[in-house]
């Protein structure tokens, strides 16, 4: 079993959330809320560091990294609606920021280096966003460590007797982990818990211990993890074993997986879901209305989409049309900064919500059906999170609206009453078809051609939910088209992933709009 075992809440379907991309923005929000809890929240000076060879040195103002960042670095959530004047915001604090682009050895392109000051303190931290709002911190003042924001994190900096504050805390705290890290500049001892330690146990480790900080680092995951958590799958194949004499639905199969690797009631999971579809409802709704954001460049289309839809100018798409016209509206909000969900990024935002929402509406089905299409998805989901990547800087456009058509294929197939076999076909023949898209972004925005391919992971999952209910034969297992999935990925050339450095990102016209823009 992986060593890090998904959630459909943290991982695929999450977070809610504004700004044009997850691995940027939502990542980096995470990033600096971090970082300003082992500030105390008292910061002064900040240095951000991106290595000149990954996909943050070029795309850092454009997607949203520094924005998210600065508002994470004010303690603000990744909803909140001031988040395009958090720089400002940050500014006004007083805080200095500098921003380099130089050599740190990142072996990672979403790799944040953060130096933090204020005048009594100085930490590191190094950070990565790993995909779909996903974050890992690699590194705290020199120490090496693994933080993903899905514990109450407690770091001690005792100045003498480590081992015997460790053996304390052991015998004292109820913690799922403890590290004992001195490989950097400031040794510490990390705590991950279900809680902060309980204020007399930190009162008494004052009292009987040296130390220079103790800094609570809070949760920034919905779903925390535990001691000893476990899962009933994370393959197809162990699914399929596991389903034997209990013939659940794929959507079904999604809430027991969730329940048991959450800690959740299936109750808890379900309206979890639901409220989600409130919240994609919503947006649906807002994107419909119009939107307007100067830093953007496309307009709102979907006003327009759904006049000549209304006045029969387009061809007789039916239910895809609907979701077509959803899939923009999704993508509209998005890109003027409104609440999307990152579905499973925010790249991605439209193609899984708008086919599942858009076909439900035809269909005339209730949000009770489109939570349990939504969950279908989202197991597909952690399949792919858990044996491949949602961050298009490491595997391409296939790891965003790729995954994004396979989950969507799964979720019409359940909408459809579609039997556990074929939603899984759906999903292989869905994956097969996208294999090796490549991410490049019109002018550093996430907006072209992230509409378009949003419509065809849509357009592709629709498709492939028929085949599959015709009983076509996806002939490769949906693990080996996972596993296949990664592969590619790796395979695409870094100047395809997301980094503005090929295909339609470097076109004339691209460049043109790029500096357009930048005036």
Known sequence: MPTHLPSIFNDVIGPVMRGPSSSHCAA??????????????RIEEICIEFDPHGSLATTHASQGSDMGLFGGLLGWQATEARLAESEAALRATGVKIEL??????????????????????QH??????????????????????????DYYETLLYPSADMQRLARFVQDKA??????????????????????????????EIRANFELTAIKQIAPVLPVLSRRAMRAPFITCEEMLAYNQGKDLALWELAVAYESQRGNLSNEQVFQQMKAIVGVLLDSIAAGLRGTDYADRILGAQSGQFKASMDQRRLLDGGMLNQMILYISALMEVKSSLGVIVAAPTAGSCGGLPGAVIGAAHALSLSPDEMTKALLAGGL???????????????????????????????????????????CLAAASLALQNILGMICDPIANRVEAPCLGKNVLAASNALACANLALA???????LDQVIETMEQ??????????CTGLGGLSVTAAAKAIEKQLEC
């Open 124 to 149: 590191t931290l190094t950070a990565l966003s790993t995909g779909g709002g996903m974050i890992e911190i690699i590194e705290v003042d020199g120490c090496r460590l693994s933080l993903a924001g």
């Open 100 to 121: 380099r682009i130089v050599e740190i050895g990142a072996s990672h392109p979403n790799t944040y280096k953060l130096t933090l000051w204020n005048a009594t303190e």
């Open 471 to 477: 009983n076509y034969d996806p002939l490769i297992p």
């Open 28 to 41: 980096a929000l995470r990033i600096g809320r971090i970082a300003r809890d082992l500030m105390d929240g």
């Open 380 to 422: 597909i989901g952690v399949f792919i999170a858990a044996h491949a990547t949602f961050a298009a800087e490491v595997g391409g456009c296939q790891a965003e609206c790729g995954a994004g058509s396979g989950m969507a294929a799964a979720a019409l197939t359940t909408l459809a009453n579609g039997r556990l076999t074929q």
């Open 488 to 497: 590619v990925g790796k395979a695409l050339p870094a100047e395809l992933r």
């Open 174 to 203: 109820a913690a799922d982990e403890i590290h004992v890290l001195t490989d950097g500049n400031q040794p510490l001892i990390e705590i991950k818990a279900q809680a902060f330690l309980p204020a007399e146990l930190i009162a």
